[in-house]
């Protein structure tokens, strides 16, 4: 399969990788992401630009957009809205609403293209060597997509054609929800540990966690990782990036007087922890770093902005 990928950072750039090592053709365009000229040593198509992009597919198209949500996305949608032909597969991997996720569906299909919204999951490493997805959206666009995506996935199970447009997005993002809950757990714990009257080896009580218990998982595997390259907490800020998703589904969630207080009180204190000096804040910035790269800062980063 020939396809092309808009927006060659954190996630796409390995997705592309990984593509390739299957061997799958890959034209890639991202003007913001130097790094990507480093992939076509390894056989990417680097394209000048979008028109240069759509140039180089052959049809049906099929192409992949890994860009933060939000405008950005809404204008590379826009751009290719008018590039694309009738018949070409247009899917965002991203963390899109899933509102607009069915307006976009409902946009392109009057100029005859199939959107998917496919929700991807599996941070860093899984982009590289097996994702999840979580697609929604035109079915027929999804039967030709679905062999790449079987590739590009951790196992056969990995890959879900879950329904009807926003619905892979909304999965999604319910998905980031439920993390959102597990991550604040185990950083509580962690905190927990720290503040008890033994002095406890904290990496190697996480490793042991997940071997046999109750527990064991990625998050308590990157917990113990994060620990290990991190013993010095007091070197960093509290200071957690937050892109805003999972307030998405509290709101959803609010206006159909669903309890969600485990989802509520993960977020709340993600935003509490910009101003707070607590292991646990540490330790989910820790967390978010080993599954998806977000920034762990230093905090005289954060002490500066005070």
Known sequence: MRLGIVGLGR????LAQAAIEHGHGVVGYDPGASAAKALVDEGLVLAASLEDLIDKLPSPRIVLIYIPHGDPTERMCEQLRA???AGDVVADGGNSHWEDSRRRHREFAREG???LDIGTSGG??????GACFMAGGDSEGYALIEPLLLDLAFDERATLYVGPPGSGHFVKLIHNAIEFGMVQSIAEGAELLMRSDFEVDLPAVFENWNHGSVIRSWLVELMSEGLRQNPDLSRLSTYVEDTGEVKWVLRWALERDIPSPVVSDSQQALMSYRDLDAPAAKAVALLRHGFGGHPVHERTEQLARS
């Open 124 to 129: 860093l490493w899984g982009a590289r060597y």
């Open 83 to 85: 590039l694309a032909s």
């Open 11 to 14: 996630m796409g750039a390995r």
């Open 113 to 115: 293209i199939r959107f």
